[in-house]
T-cell receptor
């Protein structure tokens, strides 16, 4: 069982560059989400999706775009990287996003913006 | 303002000790989750609680909905329990900052 797969695991970018963090799940989950984790702060929700073709903003969406063309994939795009986006990014999925559903997390992407 | 507060932030224990990590929250919830994050980053779900108590091996989680408080207990702690433990509520839209636990042999 692959679960939630994130790529890449590590990435270094220069300010102004763009890139896409990939996330795929093989559990047929409707709900997928992206979080960032910064020192001294809890995980913060960037964007989420309740199904293919549907996305919405979370707590910290600025500077990020998402799309959900298939149930399996939920890529996160950084349009013009800034040092403030240096963080560890986690993708997660759950059956339907209900508060009683456990979330399955990817292993994270450690991103540094120089 | 943090919707979820955890204490302590850091905890060091001797192997075999009984450990308690606390979580208080300010929002109405239907479920609370305890997560474990090992060095290297992977996050796994330990418990999902809406009332009472749950036990899995040496781990016990309790919740008091009226007091908006949950505790995670580890009995007979072991070095492999060393990790960051995170409390999350409201469909996991709100997370605590985590408790970093180190268990010394």
């Amino acid at each position: 069982n692959a679960g939630v797969t994130q790529t890449p695991k590590f990435q270094v970018l220069k300010t102004g560059q763009s890139m896409t963090l990939q996330c795929a799940q093989d559990m047929n989950h409707e709900y997928m989400s992206w979080y960032r984790q910064d020192p001294g702060m809890g995980l913060r929700l960037i964007h989420y999706s309740v199904g293919a073709g549907i996305t919405d903003q979370g707590e910290v969406p600025n500077g990020y775009n998402v799309s959900r063309s298939t149930t399996e994939d939920f890529p996160l795009r950084l349009l013009s990287a800034a040092p403030s986006q240096t963080s560890v990014y986690f993708c997660a999925s759950s059956y339907d996003g209900g508060p009683n559903q456990p979330q399955h997390f990817g292993d994270g992407t450690r991103l540094s913006i120089l | 303002k943090n919707e979820v507060e955890q204490s302590p932030q850091n905890l060091t224990a001797q192997e075999g000790e009984f450990i308690t990590i606390n979580c208080s929250y300010s929002v109405g919830i239907s479920a609370l989750h305890w997560l474990q994050q090992h060095p290297g980053g992977g996050i796994v779900s330990l418990f999902m609680l809406s009332s009472g108590k749950k036990k899995h091996g040496r781990l016990i989680a309790t919740i008091n909905i009226q007091e908006k408080h949950s505790s995670l207990h580890i009995t007979a702690s072991h070095p492999r329990d060393s990790a960051v433990y995170i409390c999350a509520v409201q469909g996991q839209f709100y997370f605590g900052t985590g408790t970093s636990l180190t268990v010394i042999p």
